[in-house]
C-alpha cells in the first residue's frame, strides 16, 4: 500500500517540475523551437498524468483479470478501491473540463466569425469599422479559410510601414497554425495544474515567434519593433491573452518582445555548452513524461505481483517488487 501510495505521489510531483523545467528549455531556443518544446511537455506531461490515473483506476479490474478476488485485494490494500474510485471521478472531471473548454474554442471562433462579418477587404483581410483599436489571427472556421482582422482604428493608429508588419504578423499566426499549438496547450492544462503555467509561456513564444516572421518579412528589426510597441499601446486586445484560439499582436509581455526585436535575431544554441544545456532539460522533460508513463505500468505489475504472492503464482517481477515493498514498508 505504501508503495502504490509513493508512487500516486510521484505522479502528482512530476508535471510541476517537467513544466518548469520545459521553461527553462524555451527560454534558451529559437521562438518556434520553443513552441514545440513547449506543445510536446504539456502533452507528454498530460498523457503521462491520464495513463497513471487509468492504471490506478483499473486496479481491482486488473486483480479480477489475475483471478485475484476483490476481497482478498481488499485484505491486502484496503484503499484499492476508494483510490480506484477517485482516479475514476478524477478523469470524469477531467473529461468533462476537457469537453467544455473544446466547446468554448468553438463557440469563441464562432462568435469571432460573427463579429467579423461586417468586415471588408481584399485577399486574406478584413478590416472591421469601428473606434475600437485591435487586430487577430481569426483561424479557419467550417470551410471559411483563416483571415486577419483588422479594425479601422488599428489601421488608423499605425503608419503605413507598421500596418505591414502588423499584417505580416497576424499571417505568420496563420501559416503557422499557432491556433491549434494553443488549443492543444490549453487542453493539456485541464489535465493537471502544473501544465498551467505553460499557457502563458506558450503565448509570448508564439508572439514571438510571429514577431521575428514579420521582422524578417519587412526587413527591419527596428520598424517591426516600433509597431509592436505602437499597436499594444493604442489598444492592447482585451481579454486576448485567455482567448484561445485567437492570437493578438497586442498580447503577451509586450516589452520583452520588443527588446529582442531590438536585439539580433535569434540563432540555435552553438556551442558545447549551451547546446549540451538544452539537450539535457528537454531530455528531463522526456524522462519525466515517460517516467508517469512507467509508473503506470508499474501499477499494472504490482497487482501481478500481489495476485502471484496471494495465490502462490510464481512473477517473474517478484524479485523486485518484494525488494521495493522492503524500502517503502510494503
Known amino acids: 500500500m505504501t508503495l502504490v501510495l509513493v508512487l500516486v505521489l510521484l505522479v502528482l510531483l512530476l508535471p510541476w517540475g517537467g513544466a518548469a523545467v520545459a521553461r527553462r528549455c524555451a527560454a534558451l531556443l ?23 490515473l487509468v492504471g490506478l483506476f483499473h486496479v481491482p479490474f486488473l486483480a479480477s483479470l489475475e483471478r485475484l478476488p ?75 479559410r483563416g483571415r486577419v482582422v483588422v479594425t479601422s482604428g488599428m489601421v488608423r493608429v499605425l503608419k503605413e510601414g507598421e500596418r505591414e508588419v502588423l499584417l505580416a504578423h497576424e499571417r505568420a499566426h496563420l501559416a503557422g497554425r499557432h491556433h491549434l499549438l494553443s488549443a492543444v496547450v490549453d487542453l493539456a492544462a485541464v489535465v493537471h495544474p502544473a501544465l498551467r503555467s ?38 492592447a486586445s482585451r481579454g486576448r491573452a485567455d482567448g484561445y484560439p485567437l492570437l493578438s499582436a497586442a498580447s503577451g509581455p509586450v516589452p520583452q518582445r520588443v527588446r529582442a526585436l531590438l536585439s539580433p535575431a535569434p540563432a540555435p544554441p552553438r556551442g558545447g555548452a549551451r547546446r549540451a544545456g538544452v539537450l539535457g532539460m528537454a531530455g528531463t522533460v522526456a524522462a519525466v513524461a515517460f517516467g508517469s508513463l512507467a509508473l503506470a505500468y508499474a501499477l499494472h505489475e504490482y497487482v501481478e505481483y500481489a495476485a502471484g504472492r496471494l495465490l502462490g503464482v510464481p512473477s517473474g517481477c517478484s524479485g523486485l517488487w518484494s525488494v521495493m515493498e522492503s524500502l517503502f514498508g510494503g
Open 198 to 235: 505553460l499557457r502563458a509561456a506558450l503565448v509570448f513564444h508564439l508572439e514571438r515567434w510571429a514577431d521575428e516572421a514579420a521582422a524578417s518579412v519587412v526587413g527591419d528589426r527596428r520598424v517591426a519593433a516600433a509597431a509592436i510597441a505602437r499597436a499594444a499601446l493604442a489598444g
Open 30 to 52: 529559437p521562438p518556434r523551437w520553443a513552441c514545440w518544446v513547449l506543445t510536446g511537455a504539456a502533452v507528454l506531461l498530460a498523457g503521462g498524468t491520464v495513463a497513471v
Open 70 to 144: 476483490l476481497r482478498r485485494v481488499l485484505e491486502v490494500w484496503p484503499a484499492a478501491v476508494p483510490f480506484a474510485g477517485a482516479a475514476g471521478v478524477t478523469l470524469l472531471v477531467q473529461s468533462v473540463l476537457l469537453v467544455r473548454r473544446w466547446l468554448t474554442h468553438r463557440s469563441l471562433l464562432r462568435r469571432a466569425w460573427e463579429a467579423a462579418a461586417d468586415g471588408t477587404g481584399d485577399g486574406d483581410v478584413l478590416v472591421v469599422p469601428g473606434s475600437d483599436v485591435d487586430a487577430f489571427a481569426l483561424p479557419g472556421y467550417r470551410g471559411r
